[in-house]
């Protein structure tokens, strides 16, 4: 993990980069859910399903941990947008 590159985006949703987790790390986030209250990585469009493992490794690697002391965070349903007139359609008068 020490070969990544400070500038790298871990998590694509919320442009997370190596560098801010670090600092949310630096700052007191000891788990996922820190680390996500911080910085929102985990918490775009696929609710952590693309960055989460990075975002375990790291905090590993910065912390010393096994990743069962890492914790895991909650994922939501990815979702879509919406319109109003789709919301509409199923109003009932």
Same mark, same amino acid.
Do not use: H, W, Y
């Given at each position: 993990?020490?070969?990544?590159?400070d500038?790298?985006?871990v998590?694509? %949703?919320?442009?997370?980069?190596?560098?801010?987790?670090?600092?949310a790390?630096?700052?007191? !986030?000891?788990?996922?859910?820190?680390?996500?209250?911080?910085?929102?990585?985990?918490?775009?469009? %696929?609710?952590g399903?693309?960055? !989460?493992k990075?975002?375990?490794?790291?905090? %590993?690697?910065?912390?010393?941990?096994?990743?069962?002391?890492?914790?895991?965070?909650?994922?939501?349903?990815p979702?879509?947008?919406?319109?109003?007139?789709?919301? !509409?359609?199923? !109003?009932?008068?």
């Amino acid at each position: 993990m020490d070969n990544l590159s400070d500038d790298m985006i871990v998590c694509r %949703c919320e442009e997370v980069t190596v560098a801010d987790i670090k600092q949310a790390i630096r700052e007191g !986030a000891r788990d996922v859910v820190g680390v996500k209250r911080r910085v929102r990585a985990g918490m775009g469009l %696929c609710q952590g399903r693309t960055c !989460a493992k990075l975002v375990q490794q790291i905090l %590993c690697t910065e912390l010393n941990l096994k990743p069962d002391q890492t914790g895991s965070s909650s994922a939501r349903p990815p979702v879509r947008p919406v319109s109003f007139g789709e919301l !509409a359609e199923g !109003a009932v008068e």
